[in-house]
């Protein structure tokens, strides 16, 4: 194994899961280089694809520090400062050669939401499962083109099931995750809305919008039919008067 991160990013990826493996820590890749790894559309649709500047991955808070090692043996530069401060949910390591960042999530994701991904870390063997893939871009509130055309490939590429096996997104899961939350619930409506609006100008065969737009609805149905518990229906009473969500700040940029 050499100690100088490759520059084509989704190789890179590859070579800290292989690393990972070999050293029984278990990481799971989300955000665009999974969608890409679990979506053909991303590499093979022209409207689709899309560079991606970063790998964001997740594990575990009881190994935060064997993945220090792992890292600072692949060849990164630990954010020092930000690694004290956040490490217990958090980390980050700078590729300053390719001027590239490595975002870990320990167990919990923060972002405009919270959730807690612990338990599902193992489902699947490289990426986060199919639902919390789609859960980490429904959460975005102020959604960007990027967010849109990750959400597009997972939708064109998958179907909406029930549980995690195969290729299928876990609707179930996503609508289990927004009964329990009416903010979740909220942002997650709003981002399929999005994702419907974009659609109408963004230039995608209309065989392939329609797919789309039937698994928007199939979702967006399983949303609105799971029961809502109590603390879910009083907070839905206060509704958009009160902000529902987090705007975490922006990432500082990698400087070579």
């Keep these: 194994m050499g100690a100088t991160p490759l520059k084509n990013v989704l190789e890179e990826a590859d070579r800290i899961l292989n690393e990972a493996e070999s050293r029984k820590v278990p990481l799971r890749l989300f955000g665009g280089v999974a969608i890409h790894k679990r979506c053909p559309s ?6 689709l694809i899309r560079e991606y500047a970063d790998v964001d991955l997740f594990g ?15 060849g990164y530069e630990s954010r020092a400062r930000f690694n004290a401060l956040y490490g217990g949910e958090r980390l980050v390591f700078h590729d300053m050669e390719n001027v590239r960042r490595i975002d870990i999530f320990l167990d919990v994701f923060r972002m405009c939401h919270t959730f807690n991904f612990k338990d599902r870390l193992e489902v699947n063997k490289r990426t986060l499962p199919l639902g919390d893939l789609v859960a980490t ?28 096996v195969g290729e299928a997104i876990n609707g179930k899961y996503l609508a ?8 979740v619930y909220t942002t997650f409506k709003k981002s399929l809305d999005g994702v419907e609006g974009f659609l109408e100008t963004f230039p995608l065969e209309d065989l392939k919008k329609s797919i ?4 928007i609805q199939e979702l967006a149905r399983m949303l609105d039919d799971e029961p809502k518990g109590l603390s879910w229906k009083l907070r839905a009473k206060v509704g958009e008067k009160t902000i529902w969500y987090d705007l975490p700040e922006p ?3 990698v400087v070579a």
């Design 212 to 215: 789309v737009r039937t698994h």
């Design 137 to 164: 871009k429904l959460q975005v509130v102020e959604a960007s083109e990027r967010e849109y055309k990750d959400i597009i490939c997972l939708l064109l590429d998958h179907e909406i099931g029930g549980n995690d």
């Design 251 to 253: 990432d500082k940029k």
């Design 60 to 74: 575990h808070t009881s190994q935060t520090k064997e993945i220090k090692e792992l890292f600072q043996a692949l």
């Design 42 to 47: 991303a590499a093979k649709e022209p409207s």
């Design 176 to 183: 289990k995750l927004a009964s329990k939350d009416w903010g």
